[in-house]
């Protein structure tokens, strides 16, 4: 399984932008994929995950309401964009797949994730 993360850039403080992740030799069916953010000297943040039965996804405080998921199964793309952004979300954004189901609980979890897109880079200037 490859995951290729492409999208982002830099944009200035409410402004918008999209990340997608393309999923190659593997077929995302009813798993589950997520986001994750990484500022410079901090631990991974989740962002927010979809799948099936998760309805439009499940996000992280901080983005609900301004971030959302699609995913495009015929091109096995998932979507991140992300409106009305802030300073604070400049990060290095990353896509990853789980194999197996965690709980909705354990979805912020990155250790649940075993494979990994290499990251983009997303800069909101203020």
């Known amino acids: 399984v490859q995951l290729q993360a492409s999208g982002g850039g830099w944009v200035q403080a409410g402004g918008s932008l999209s990340v997608s992740c393309a999923a190659s030799?593997?077929?995302?069916?009813?798993?589950?994929m997520g986001w994750f953010r990484q500022r410079p000297g901090e631990e991974r943040e989740f962002v927010g995950a979809?799948?099936?039965?998760?309805?439009?996804?499940y996000f992280a405080n901080s983005v609900r309401g301004r971030f959302t998921i699609s995913r495009d199964n015929g091109k096995n793309t998932v979507h991140l964009q992300m409106n009305r952004l802030k300073p604070e979300d400049t990060a290095v954004y990353y896509c990853?797949?789980?194999?197996?189901?965690?709980?909705?609980?354990?979805?912020?979890?990155?250790?649940?994730?075993?494979?990994w897109g290499q990251g983009t880079q997303v800069t909101v200037s203020s």
């Open positions: 990853a797949l789980a194999m197996r189901h965690p709980i909705v609980s354990a979805l912020p979890d990155p250790g649940n994730y075993d494979y």
């Open positions: 030799e593997f077929t995302f069916g009813r798993h589950t």
């Open positions: 979809i799948r099936m039965g998760l309805g439009s996804g």
